[in-house]
């Protein structure tokens, strides 16, 4: 989706723009023949032949550009414009290990995520539905998807560290909230086909650790992309891993990054690293500028006139300070 013109006939004007040019160099050249030729003192000829400052020239530039601006306008551009999707469901997976209480990211991973999951869920339209999952050592639907963004951001403050890191099962629990998606009668139960056609739904799901209880994330991935469920990933840390203190024991701790993107790819979704504060963050607001979103072709004529009358007023303003400095 690019840019178009409805009356594309009237960018035509444009050619104008070098002829006045020309017409515009012509009259200089013709005034500084005659400052020359009415010249009788060699010595103020030399100053009308050679002194010409690029400021001098700076009004008509401007006002170049000023009816530039004013053709497009006429010729009615059309932009694609960020626009609040119709009907958006997001579900949150948010990992709250007891690896998350890493200081890789500080303070640590967890309070960095809480921060920045909360300015994504307010970077999101407001007729977005989110919902809100936790996981450890099992999975927790929190919020159910809610238009209700400030329900959505007290549960996410008051989220706490707990055990084990079950990626697969976090993620399940998500694609079951989505509207439409029926859960399976049992877990050992396969889930019953989707219909043709589902609501759109996106999960983004957050984690910084090895997947070590429940159902294989992988195995989970597949079953959202049958539920027709898109997923962003975003993992949290350092890959090399770090050191976390538990109970007076040092553990190691690892991103792994490779289960994370297979998820994203077999969801046809993304995913994303982020290694301190500042990258979790912009990743984030990244993805609620994205998700709940939609491009639509708008009409931008009135930016363009705007630009006009904007440089033909600063025309009209550089060509009166030019003349009182000369004067």
Do not use: C
Request: aromatic content about 6%; overall charge positive.
């Amino acid at each position: 989706m690019g840019y178009s013109f409805l009356w594309p006939a009237a960018l035509w004007g444009l050619g104008l723009l070098p002829l006045l040019a020309w017409v515009y160099a012509r009259a200089l050249h013709g005034r500084s023949r005659r400052a020359l030729t009415h010249s009788r003192v060699p010595l103020l000829a030399e100053p009308a032949r050679t002194s010409r400052p690029w400021r001098g020239h700076l009004p008509a530039g401007v006002f170049g550009l000023a009816l530039a601006a004013v053709i497009l306008a006429l010729a009615r551009p059309v932009a694609p414009m960020p626009v609040p999707a119709a009907h958006v469901n997001v579900v949150l997976a948010l990992d709250v290990s007891r690896s998350m209480l890493a200081e890789d990211v500080r303070p640590n991973r967890l309070e960095a995520t809480k921060t920045a999951a909360v300015e994504f869920v307010r970077t999101l339209p407001r007729n977005a539905r989110v919902g809100l999952v936790s996981f450890s050592s099992y999975a927790t639907l929190l919020v159910p998807p809610t238009a209700d963004h400030g329900r959505v951001i007290e549960a996410i403050r008051a989220l706490e560290a707990e055990f084990a890191t079950a990626i697969g099962d976090g993620l399940l629990e998500a694609v079951w909230a989505l509207p439409g998606r029926v859960r399976p009668s049992s877990p050992t139960a396969p889930p019953p086909p989707p219909s043709e056609r589902l609501p759109p739904g996106v999960v983004v799901l957050m984690s910084d650790g090895q997947s070590n209880r429940g159902i294989s994330p992988t195995e989970a991935a597949r079953v959202a992309r049958d539920q027709q469920v898109k997923v962003y990933t975003v993992g949290v840390g350092t890959p090399e891993g770090t050191f976390l203190n538990i109970g007076g024991r040092p553990i190691w701790v690892r991103l792994d990054e490779e289960t994370l993107r297979e998820v994203a790819a077999v969801t046809d979704g993304t995913y994303f690293h982020a290694s301190s504060t500042h990258e979790l963050r912009r990743v984030y607001r990244n993805l609620g500028r994205t998700i709940g979103w939609d491009r639509k072709p708008t009409e931008v004529s009135s930016v363009a006139a705007a630009s006009g009358a904007v440089l033909l007023v600063a025309s009209l303003a550089i060509s009166l300070l030019w003349l009182h400095r000369v004067s």
